[in-house]
Every structure is written in C-alpha cells, then in structure tokens.
C-alpha cells in the first residue's frame, strides 16, 4: 500500500512560550502542511519525548511525511532544542526540524543578505573586517544577525539602550554559545550612541516595532556610514531616513553621499520567501533536514542573488 501518498503532512509545533505565532502557522499552511498542531509551554526537556512520539506513529516512509517546527522567542533555547531533537532521532525513523525563534532567524538572514548584497554591488566590498553596529542588538533578531555576520569575519558591536551590563551579557552569550566575537556597548545616552556611530560602517536597527534607535541628529555622526538597515515597520522608522519600501535607496542626511538605506518591507519580502522556502523543503525533500539560522541565511544568499 503506498502509504506515503496517502497520509497527510502533519506538522507538530513546539514553543516555550504560552501560544504559537499565528503567522508561522499561516506560513506552515500556506507550504503545504495539512495538520498542523500547537504544542505551548514546551521546555527543553519535554524535546526529546515529543519527538520520539512524532517518529514512532508512522512506518519509515510515512514518517518523511511529519514535520517539527520550533518556535518561541529565545534563541539560544530554540537552537538547544533543535540539536536535542536531532539527537533524538532513531533511523529510519527520523523527520526533518526547522527553529525559526520569534521569526529571528530567518528575519536575520534576510537582512544580513541584502546588506551584504548592496554592500558588494554597490561598495565593492565584503563584510569581512566591516564595523557593524546593531541597535536594539540584545533581542532576538539582533543576537542572530550578530552571529551571523561576525562568522562573516564583521566587527561587531552589540548595543543595549538599557546599560552595558546588558549588552555585555548578550554578547557574552552569542560569543560562547556561536563561537564568535562580538563586543558589547552601551548606547544609553546620546553621547555614548554618537560614539559608537563615529566608527560604524554599517547599521543595523533591530529593536522593537515603533522605536527609533537613531533620528536624523544622530545620523550627522555616522562619518563612516555606508548601509543603515532597519526591520522596524510600525512608525516611527527604526533609523531616521530609512523608509520602509528602501532597498540600496541613497539614504538622505547621510554624511556620505553614497551611503545606502534597506526598509523593513524590503526585508521583510526576503524573510517570506526564506520562511516559505524552508517549510516547502522540510515537506518536498524526500529526506530529513535540519534547519537553523545557517540554512536560513544560505536560502536568503540564495533570494537575494536571484533579485537581479
């Protein structure tokens, strides 16, 4: 009997937090899941139970059938589980996880993508030895587009609004847990920002939705600026001068004139794509995969180059 045109794709669910995004669900849908089943307050060592009872229901073929997704809004948590449930696989008995923590990573990657984009077309350069400064760096989005871009061999500043205890306890942890290096720093005042702009070469606003982390006073002291990027979408703009809808639009009040804005839409565009892609490949692949932030980030290269 051929089961595995029969069964439905399923898809279970797991966050730490009390619900389950609507909008991953309607992403999971929308890729093609049938079934689709929320698992909240999920701790870490509720992973490997969860999963061995995912495998174990269906026969080998059946099983490629079934999805894990990962959610919730810690990323370290959410890369933790992801690696405990990979170990708990038993092959044959084995289907494919997908950690997206808050949509973090696949946000990140859409972000660090297209500034690395414009970085090469428009600069000529990489981000290897670039001086990145990302406000609102200690969330989510901010901790996962660290990692990434200091793999790239970036200099990166984490920066906390709140104090440098902060941001020196984030970076702290990015460091240990990805095995790079970043730095933490306060920009609490404005002077401390202005200080920290003085040798940024790249900004990325990562803060929540409806703050701005850098007004049009504070862009006169980005003597080095080449790209501002900013993922807030909700007014007012996360970096003054940065619109919604730029994507490598000349940024004005900038000091340089070549200096470049990417909008939160703009992003946000190649963090759909990343996400949908990454669902479709966990259903259609044939074989398990495992998809974290590294994946998310080569599926959003990927978009990226493909925009011409």
């Given at each position: 009997m051929p089961e595995a045109t029969e069964r439905p794709y399923i898809l279970h669910m797991l966050t730490a937090?009390?619900?389950?995004?609507?909008?991953?669900?309607?992403?999971?849908?929308?890729?093609?899941?049938?079934?689709?089943?929320p698992y909240c307050n999920v701790g870490a060592e509720h992973v490997v139970t969860l999963t061995q009872?995912?495998?174990?229901?269906?026969?080998?073929?059946?099983?490629?059938?079934?999805?894990?997704?990962?959610?919730?809004?810690?990323?370290?948590?959410a890369a933790d589980m992801l690696d405990t449930a990979r170990q708990a696989m038993v092959p044959p008995?084995?289907?494919?996880?997908?950690?997206?923590?808050?949509?973090?990573?696949?946000?990140?990657?859409?972000?660090?993508?297209?500034?690395?984009?414009?970085?090469?077309?428009?600069?000529?350069?990489?981000?290897?030895?670039?001086?990145?400064?990302?406000l609102g760096g200690t969330g989510a989005v901010g901790r996962v587009a660290a990692a990434?871009?200091?793999?790239?061999?970036?200099?990166?500043?984490?920066?906390?609004?709140?104090?440098?205890?902060?941001?020196?306890?984030?970076?702290?942890?990015?460091?240990?847990?990805?095995d790079i290096a970043t730095t933490g720093v306060s920009v609490h005042t404005p002077g401390e920002l202005h200080?920290?702009?003085?040798?940024?070469?790249?900004?990325?606003?990562?803060?929540?939705?409806?703050?701005?982390?850098?007004?049009?006073?504070?862009?006169?002291?980005?003597?080095?600026?080449?790209?501002?990027?900013?993922?807030?979408?909700?007014?007012?703009?996360?970096?003054?001068?940065?619109?919604?809808?730029?994507?490598?639009?000349?940024?004005a009040g900038a000091v340089r004139q070549d200096a470049l804005g990417i909008g939160a839409l703009a992003i946000g565009n190649v963090k759909y794509q990343v996400e949908h892609r990454l669902f479709v490949r966990m259903r259609t692949g044939g074989k398990p995969v495992y998809l974290g932030f590294p994946?998310?980030?080569d599926e959003a290269r990927a978009i990226v180059g493909g925009l011409g």
């Open positions: 937090t009390p619900q389950m995004s609507p909008f991953d669900v309607n992403m999971a849908a929308d890729a093609g899941y049938q079934v689709i089943v009872d995912a495998i174990f229901s269906r026969r080998p073929k059946g099983v490629s059938r079934t999805g894990i997704f990962i959610g919730g809004r810690d990323v370290m948590l008995f084995e289907v494919s996880v997908f950690a997206d923590p808050s949509g973090s990573y696949t946000t990140a990657a859409a972000l660090v993508a297209l500034v690395e984009r414009h970085l090469k077309t428009e600069h000529g350069a990489e981000l290897g030895g670039k001086r990145v400064l990302i990434m871009v200091a793999s790239l061999g970036a200099q990166v500043l984490i920066a906390s609004h709140t104090d440098i205890g902060r941001a020196t306890q984030v970076s702290d942890e990015v460091n240990r847990r990805f200080k920290a702009l003085a040798t940024a070469e790249i900004v990325l606003a990562t803060a929540v939705a409806g703050v701005q982390v850098m007004n049009a006073a504070d862009l006169a002291h980005a003597k080095h600026l080449l790209i501002a990027a900013d993922v807030n979408a909700v007014p007012p703009e996360g970096i003054a001068g940065v619109h919604v809808m730029d994507d490598g639009k000349p940024l994946e998310a980030f």
